[in-house]
């Protein structure tokens, strides 16, 4: 299992690999608290939904940064921090086997479409990196679309689009696979940049995300 969350506070279970000095972290917490995500400065006002929902899974590295963004895109309901991809039953975040940390996005087909959250996903992640996503390496924080049948179409076409049209030279590896079984991961790990948006930005900055996502995508 990859070292990381954890080194923000002691009590929390969340492991991940790169150490990130104290200093790193208390610089990132004190620029946190004066300044907010460019997702934040841009959010949308309130929609209403149309009563219709669907569903999409994705990888994306740490699950808590998946749900955040998907949260901010307009149209989607929730999203719900799991895992997926693996054949252990229950999984939990100590003992996950092969599962990977995804989210699982409900949406209002009405308002936005499978399409335009692919297209969301793709630019917010480092689809060239093959063992990771931003300071998390290992198995579990990959980046993967899981596509259901009547969607894994759609999710090839975005991808091969992308792959024509990428401001990058570096390969995507991001994989297109067959949806397995979603598990609902542990109520502390939902909605935690709502429930600790201090100790979660702090994590974020020093992860460097959204730094690789501008480099990579020439992000605003």
């Known amino acids: 299992m990859s070292l990381g969350c954890e080194l923000f506070f002691a009590y929390q279970s969340c492991m991940k690999k790169y ?11 004190s620029s946190a608290q004066s300044s907010e995500t460019a997702l934040q400065k841009t959010k949308a006002a309130p929609v209403t939904f149309s ?10 590295g740490c699950f808590w940064c998946v749900e955040s963004d998907f949260e901010h895109l307009p149209g989607v309901i929730e999203a719900v921090s ?31 479409s499978y399409d335009e959250l692919l297209d969301f996903y793709w630019r917010h992640i480092d689809p ?8 998390d390496k290992g198995h ?16 090839r076409v975005s991808k091969a689009e992308i792959e024509k049209t990428k401001p990058f030279d570096a390969p995507i590896v991001t994989e297109v696979l067959p949806a397995k079984e979603f598990w609902t991961a542990e109520e502390y790990h939902q909605d ?12 974020r900055k020093a992860c460097g995300r959204d730094a690789r996502v501008k480099e990579l995508w020439n992000a605003k």
């Open 19 to 29: 150490a990130l000095t104290l200093s790193v972290v208390l610089a990132a917490c």
């Open 51 to 60: 009563g219709q929902t669907d569903s999409a899974i994705f990888a994306g």
């Open 82 to 112: 799991g895992y997926s991809g693996g054949e252990l039953q229950n999984p939990t975040y100590r003992n996950h086997g092969q599962h990977v940390e995804v989210a699982k996005i409900t949406f209002d087909p009405a308002l936005v």
């Open 128 to 135: 060239t990196d093959p063992h990771g996503q931003f300071c």
């Open 140 to 155: 579990a924080y990959i980046s993967v679309i899981y596509a259901r049948p009547d969607q894994i179409e759609a999710a």
């Open 192 to 203: 935690y940049y709502k429930k600790n948006p201090l100790r979660y930005k702090g994590y």
